[in-house]
């Protein structure tokens, strides 16, 4: 080979290598379910994605995608339920759902007295129509572990909503992370249910989850020798709108 040959190859090599370091290091996830139950993993295995369409009626359909390698996702749904709950509750999650634990569990289970700070961010895009929560729903077992319905507490904070209202009936008013909360208890799907809904609603958070237990304890509805398995953050969906899309989201128990 000549001078000018070997020049041209080394030249090639270096090109190519500046390619292949130029390229993202993680690859998108694009992955998307319609099963009824589907789940997938996403931000390189720190949270699941589920479709969770609990009460899918009829011929109706619930749908899932994710198309980048961090935590934003976005749900399509013909389902529709007019009355009693939802039809489903798309969200991301960090812990262990019925079983089905994220590879990344953030620090859970713990038991809630251990707990020092919840820290979590999350965005979205809520729908434009349809009926709707936006909320956390998060779970407390009484061991650490279990395969079924939780059967301690679940505390569900509400940050949006167009129409519905928690389950139960409203018992306070209070101010915890700077806004005002309506606190609602009842019973939900598992057992014991106490929900906080934003007086003002928001599309963005950054706060601190554990003035909620804290408030939950003081009320007697948490055990603080319960365990936290589970924080989840998706949408209640009644009557289907437009998509919905989770922006970005992160969670840690500490």
């Known amino acids: 080979m000549n001078r000018e040959l070997r020049l041209l190859a080394i030249i090639s090599a270096v090109c190519v290598a500046v390619i292949v370091m130029q390229q993202p290091l993680q690859a998108a996830t694009n992955e998307s379910t319609c099963a009824q139950f589907g789940v997938f993993s996403v931000d390189a295995g720190n949270y699941n994605v589920q479709n969770n369409a609990f009460n899918l009626r009829g011929r109706g359909q619930q749908c899932l995608f994710a198309d ?3 935590t934003d996702w976005s749900e399509t749904t013909t389902n529709s339920v007019r009355t009693g709950s939802p039809g489903g509750y798309p969200s991301i999650y960090a812990g262990c759902h019925w079983g089905d634990c994220s590879s990344n569990q953030h620090g859970m289970p713990i038991l809630e007295s251990s707990i020092t700070s919840v820290p979590t961010a999350w965005s ?14 998060i779970w407390f077992n009484t061991t650490p572990t279990t395969n079924a319905c939780p059967n301690g507490l679940e505390i569900m904070v509400w940050l949006n909503e167009a129409g519905p209202r928690p389950a139960g009936s409203q018992v306070a008013t209070v ?24 007086t003002t609603p928001v599309n963005s958070v950054n706060f601190d989850l554990l003035p909620f237990f804290r408030d939950a304890v003081s009320r007697g509805y948490l055990n603080p020798s319960w365990y936290l398995i589970d924080v989840e953050a998706g949408t209640e969906i009644w009557m289907p709108g437009s998509n919905f899309r989770t922006n970005s989201f992160s969670v840690s128990v500490q």
């Open 68 to 70: 980048s390698a961090g």
């Open 175 to 198: 101010i915890i992370n700077n806004m005002t909360w309506q606190v609602w208890f009842g019973t939900g799907g598992c057992g014991s249910d106490v929900s906080y809904m934003a």
């Open 124 to 137: 979205v895009t809520p729908s434009t129509s349809g009926k709707w929560d936006i909320s956390y729903d």
